[in-house]
Structures are given as C-alpha cells and as structure tokens.
C-alpha cells in the first residue's frame, strides 16, 4: 500500500506562487510516475502534470504548461509542484498521485488552493 500525503496549500493572491508537496511512503516500487490533479467545485477532477520517477521528464496539460513545474527528490520520496503566476481558475484541491503503468492510483487527500483575484 501507498501513503501520499499533499502539503503547501493556501491562500494567495492572482499572480502569486505556491509549491505543492507530495510525499510518499509505502510500497512505491512498482511506480513509474507520479502525476497531479485538481478538482474545482462541481467540476471533474482534471490532470495537471506528471512527471516520470527514474528520468525525470515531465509533461503538462496545456491550462498550466508554461506556469508551473513538476520535480522531484527521489531520495526524499517527495514530488512538488511549483506554481507561477497563479490566475483565480488555478482554484482547486490540488491531488498527487502514483502512476504504475498507465494507471494512476493511491490517491493523496488533497490540498487546497485558493487564488483571490
């Protein structure tokens, strides 16, 4: 089983930043990416970004490519998500989550992020 605890969420003003944490515990060894959603109020939970474990590469939906930045620390087990010039419909629960295969799973239980305008 997988623990993915989300922390760095918060209150912050349009064209702000924030960095998301992801920390993982557990059996992680079948993973081969971690990724990132959000889901707004009374909408679908939508992909943010992934990020491949072993090389690092990184892939983003067109709504954040440019703003914001996956990485991690493979040492630390902990993948984050820095986030740039935030707009008010970056306004989320922001949830990380393992990928084995093309599958993501073994969700987080979110952190919320709240840009005022």
């Known amino acids: 089983q997988v623990q993915l605890v989300e922390s760095g969420g918060g209150l912050v003003q349009a064209g702000g930043s924030l960095r998301l944490s992801c920390a993982a515990s557990?059996?992680?060894?079948?993973?081969?990416?971690m990724g990132w959603f959000r889901q707004a109020p009374g909408k679908e939970r939508e992909f943010v970004g992934g990020?491949?474990?072993?090389?690092?590469?990184?892939w983003y939906s067109d709504s954040v490519k440019g703003r914001f930045a996956i990485s991690r620390d493979t040492g630390k087990n902990t993948v984050y998500l820095q986030m740039d010039s935030l707009k008010p419909e970056d306004t989320a629960v922001y949830y990380c989550?393992?990928?084995?295969?093309?599958?993501?799973?073994?969700w987080g239980q979110g952190t919320q992020v709240t840009v005022s305008s």
């Open positions: 989550a393992t990928r084995v295969g093309a599958i993501y799973r073994d």
């Open positions: 990020i491949n474990w072993s090389a690092g590469s990184t």
């Open positions: 557990g059996r992680t060894f079948n993973r081969n990416a």
